[in-house]
């Protein structure tokens, strides 16, 4: 049975919605556009056209998977980041416009000028590579030291930098946290989006969320603060003088975090940056001289 694309796309809709799906309509259009290979200027000018029994069956199979609430990122493989398109799979977290703000943040710092030989950055607990290889993109005088615990995440990042044309200023190492750095050197920016989520809430995560992405780069422990302190207790050893942390942070964990790393006594000039809903999402602190 063949079926216009705008019936199938209702079909799906309802499919999703009963599923629980949060936005069944875009994931029904984004799994169609998806599978025809259109853009979305060209996906409304085929609203009209007849899909076929075999097109059909495939369209349905991806929404059957997008119903078991398995994320749209990664039915498709890849997530838009910093007007980049990044890879991704069930080994890393699904990028997302939050940590877009703190690397625009750094980006913003980098504003003063290079050093000479460049701006160096370490991105610690990389995933899917999308705030090392974003920086390296957007500022050509940046290099990155890259890190995560695991080797999957690794080797997409990787595949990621090579996307982005920076695999020669990106270098990616299997680290967990500082361990396995080696004499990598200091730094100008130690960057990163450590897990947060406090261990009692994330069985209360968005399905997507909790069922599917990797617990290892959610969970931070009772308090959600474990790798808060071990940044504050390890970074300053990463960073030049007058070097910066920027770190993501919980909407309502500014306060704590900055309690962290004022006890070291080794930090100064500490703020806190607002996503675009007005939360709080970046803390930044500056290694005393």
Not at 18 to 42: I, N, Q, T, V, W
Not at 107 to 112: A, D, P
Not at 198 to 204: A, E, G, N, T
């Amino acid at each position: 049975m063949s079926l216009e694309i705008r019936e199938i796309l209702r079909i799906a809709e309802a499919r999703l919605r009963e599923a629980g799906c949060p936005d069944p309509k875009r994931d029904a259009e984004e799994l169609m556009c998806h599978m025809m290979d259109f853009d979305r200027s060209r996906f409304f000018m085929k609203l009209g056209d007849v899909l076929s029994e075999n097109g059909c069956e495939n369209y349905f199979q991806l929404i059957d998977l997008r119903a078991t609430r398995k994320p749209l990122q990664y039915i498709v493989g890849s997530q838009e980041f910093m007007g980049l398109n990044f890879k991704v799979d069930p080994s890393v977290l699904i990028p997302r416009q939050d940590t877009e703000t703190l690397v625009e943040a750094a980006l913003e710092h980098m504003k003063s000028g290079a050093p000479l030989g460049g701006w160096r950055v370490l991105d610690v607990g990389t995933g899917s590579g999308a705030i090392a290889v974003s920086i390296c993109a957007k500022e050509s005088a940046a290099r990155a030291m890259a890190s995560d615990i695991s080797p999957e995440a690794l080797g997409l990042a990787a595949a990621n930098a090579a996307a982005a044309g920076v695999s020669s200023r990106v270098k990616f190492v299997l680290s967990d946290m500082f361990d396995g750095l080696g004499t990598g050197g200091r730094f100008h920016f130690v960057l990163s989006n450590p897990p947060y989520v406090k261990r009692q809430d994330l069985p209360f995560l968005q399905e997507e969320v909790s069922g599917h992405e990797p617990a290892i780069a959610l969970d931070g422990g009772v308090d959600g603060l474990d790798f808060y302190r071990i940044l504050a207790r390890d970074a300053a050893r990463r960073l030049k003088k007058r070097g910066r942390i920027l770190l993501e942070i919980g909407f309502d964990q500014a306060e704590q975090v900055r309690e962290l790393f004022e006890e070291t006594g080794r930090y100064e000039e500490f703020a806190v940056k607002k996503d675009l809903a007005g939360h709080d999402r970046v803390f930044s602190a500056l290694l005393k001289a």
